[in-house]
């Protein structure tokens, strides 16, 4: 092995500026074989990590090579060595500073988390690390693994464990006062309760991430996240005027710091925001702009498509879209959601458009018409009769629907009531104060 330390580097004016990462044969070999012969790349890689450096002049090095190998065992999905890796490179953990161990586990668990996807490795691997925490008294680093094995059981749809977890992982952190930790959490906290669709402890919990994240300074990643979230929640309350301003900050963020996955997810969200808003001639304009030229993709088609299918106002159009696309449409939560909405607007739009002209018509005929199953057009009417969109009732002798003449009601009635109502309120304040008198 050579290595060069660095108080024995050139420092002529024509060498190159000295480099945190000492110069090691082992590690440049690894390197080199990465694409090969990923066995002995890995070989290399572990060698290098156990290397004997009792000065520290390789923890640079070292630290990569753990990077590296990781990365090597994702690409190979070899699940059983990961699961022990953490385990493996604690000799050359305990070599190291704290504040550098715990970067180094967060950064482990990243890079598994973006390459497997079997979560219960990623659980697993975050429990062993936690005991080992417990044991060696890294309270700081063992919050931030229960963060995210609370993140863990949340994508597993496990609500009920992740809330437990991460409250009693604030109790912690409020203790401690950190801050950035404490907006990952309330972010997560809100995630959770709408999912639980609880939205009030969801709003209060990313109304508490939004302030702790005002006083500290907050990664463009994590304000990406908070941004994106905001925009859901808006959403979800039809406010997608709102919404659509949080994500575009979201697209931004990500895009800033070349999130790709994550900024198409966003850029999905903002063309909803304006189908829902009736607004397709804005999908069209985004869509052939700078944004979305640079992420075009089926994701992205598929929203284009979805607007052309609500301009038509066609049901069958629309049904069609998502048929096509239904990879990219239906898999997501709330895109798929918006959409059930709309399609049920479309759907009563086209209803009302079809009944307008009769007072007195069968329903077989309405869903001849209209193309669809009598059971579905009769259950859809019945839900509109009862929501008041439109007067009338349906004869289920006859198989007919009666459309009652709308006539505007008579606000006098209502208005006598209400003047009624605040004089008796009047009339008790004063009695009251009469009785104080005497």
């Known amino acids: ?42 070989k290399l890689y572990n060698e290098v ?11 640079k090095t070292k630290e990569q090579a753990v990077y590296n190998v990781t990365k090597l065992y994702a690409a190979t999905n070899d699940v059983a060595v990961l699961r022990q890796l953490l385990v493996q490179i604690r000799p050359f953990l305990a070599t190291i500073a704290k504040a550098k161990t715990a970067k180094i586990v967060r950064e482990v668990v990243e890079i598994v988390g973006r390459t497997i996807t ?11 690390a936690i005991e080992w ?12 693994l229960q963060t995210r094995l609370a993140e863990l059981l949340f994508r597993q749809a496990k609500y009920k464990e992740s809330i437990k977890l991460i409250n009693s992982v604030a109790k912690e952190v409020k203790k401690f006062d950190d801050k950035l930790l404490l907006v990952e959490i309330n972010l997560l906290e809100s995630r959770i309760y709408h999912r639980l669709e609880n939205m009030p402890k969801s709003k209060g919990a990313l ?43 979201a697209f931004e963020g990500y895009n800033t710091i070349n999130y790709g996955k994550e900024a198409t997810s966003a850029l999905k969200y903002m063309l909803l925001a304006k189908i829902m808003t009736n607004q397709a001639e804005d999908v069209y304009s985004i869509v052939n702009g700078k944004a979305g030229v640079k992420y075009a993709g089926q994701e992205v088609q598929a929203m284009k498509a979805v607007a052309d299918a609500h301009k038509k106002r066609s049901i069958h159009a629309f049904q069609a879209v998502f048929e096509e696309y239904k990879e990219h449409l239906g898999q997501d939560p709330i895109i798929s959601e918006h959409l059930a909405d709309l399609e049920g607007n ?37 839900e509109m009769i009862l929501d008041k969109k439109f007067a009338g009732i349906l004869d289920q002798g006859s198989g ?34 009469a009785s104080a008198l005497n």
């Not at 060069?4 to 190159?16: G, I, L, N, Q, W």
């Not at 925490?133 to 931030?144: D, N």
């Not at 941004?227 to 979800?236: R, S």
């Open 1 to 42: 092995m050579q290595i060069v330390e660095p108080s024995k580097m050139d420092t002529s004016e024509d060498a190159a500026p000295p480099s945190n990462q000492v110069e090691c044969k082992e590690f440049e070999q690894a390197k080199e074989l990465e694409d090969t012969n990923k066995t002995e790349a890995i």
């Open 49 to 59: 990590i156990m290397l004997e450096d009792k000065k520290g002049v390789l923890a």
């Open 118 to 128: 079997d979560m219960n490795l990623q659980a697993n691997m975050c429990n062993d």
């Open 133 to 144: 925490c417990k044991t060696k008294k890294r309270t700081f680093l063992k919050q931030r």
């Open 207 to 249: 109304t508490s991430a939004r302030s702790a994240a005002n006083a500290v300074y907050c990664p463009p990643l994590l304000q990406a996240q908070i941004d994106l979230h905001a925009g859901t929640l808006c959403a979800q309350e039809k406010d997608y005027k709102t919404s659509f301003s949080y994500f575009y900050e």
């Open 346 to 382: 479309l759907l009563e739009q086209n209803l009302i458009r079809l009944i307008e002209p009769f007072s007195r018509v069968q329903i077989a005929h309405v869903a001849k018409l209209i193309d669809l199953p009598v059971k579905e057009v009769e259950l859809k009417l019945s």
């Open 400 to 433: 007919d629907l009666i459309v009652f003449d709308e006539f505007e009601t008579d606000q006098t009635y209502e208005a006598g009531l209400k003047t009624v109502k605040e004089l008796n309120e009047v009339v008790g304040r004063l009695y009251k104060k």
